[in-house]
């Protein structure tokens, strides 16, 4: 198990039964590691789609001169996802968790591991 | 005789204008969705109209509001009744004369609804700490209602984040097959709540100031005034 699983694994006992997907995607919209905890969550879609979501957003906040991109929460009806530009932005933090996630806790566990992250990605 | 044709190509006004002009006799049948309205005219005069339960004079003025459908029209076919009874073009002239009379008051009915909601996102923005910026956009990009108290480009914003919000709409359906109810886009200075209302086709974006906001206010107070400003959106 390489390191940047071992840290995924670390934030899935973390959230619990609250996580369904987590995936580390580069800009090219493939994951480079994650885990599901949903069978039915398409984790390959996810990563491109939000991957392209994400891109678009931080052109939006240039555009609009918003300041530097942190983060996107989307709530659906059965999932909220949450992406987080991870270092220089060359690389995604995607996830997404139950409807009914304490979110609070769910964006301090992001901040806290998105460091680590970054720097556990093989480069 | 017999004639068809579609209400994009011909207005129901210069049908019935057309007929009455070469006096005609002829049995103009109208169609539009479940509706069908049948109009009699004899020797160059509207006789009988009948649509549904209602006969007479009131079915022309609400047929000549019609601008989608199709019509069929069969000559020398006389009338059952007799319901109409002002010339043609009197008929013609009263029912532009209510067409205009409506077409105003439905400009002033969207007018006053947009002030209402200008109104409705600045009570909002008293309840939202480090407020910036509101507006109700619709998914071509265009604001329909705003409130600013910075000096930003709310035509840009309206537009850019159409863009996302369209984006965000299709990644979140081709994913994990949910329905997306709102958009949070957090950066080093901002905050953006994008909200759809209900049916979709407008949405509320504010912007707050990442510094003075709170989130869980923002959420909130936007989902509170969601419902207001759905109640006032023009129809």
Redesign the interface.
Known sequence: MTKLEELLQTIRDELGADLVGSDIVGLDGFSVAGLSTDPGLNREAVSARFALAMKLALTVSEKLNLGELEDNLVTADNYITLCRSLGDGSYFWILTVKKDTTLGMVRLTMNDYAPRLWEAIPR | MSLQGSLKDIAVADLIQHHCVDKKTVWVQIQRADKRAEVFIREGNVVHAVLDQLQGEEVIYEILGWDEGTFYIEGDVLPPLTTVHRNWTALLLEGARRLDEQNLLTTHEEKSGMAKMDEILKQMAQEIDGFEAAEVIGMDGLSIAQYSRAK??LE??AA??T??IK??D???N?????????????????Y?MMRYLPGKQHYLAV?AD?RNANL?NLRLVTGVYLERLSASMPK
């Open positions: 930003l480009n840009l914003i850019q984040l863009l996302l984006l965000l299709t990644a979140v081709k994913s994990t097959g949910g329905i997306l109810e709102d958009n949070l886009l957090t950066t080093q200075l901002h953006v912007i990442h869980g």
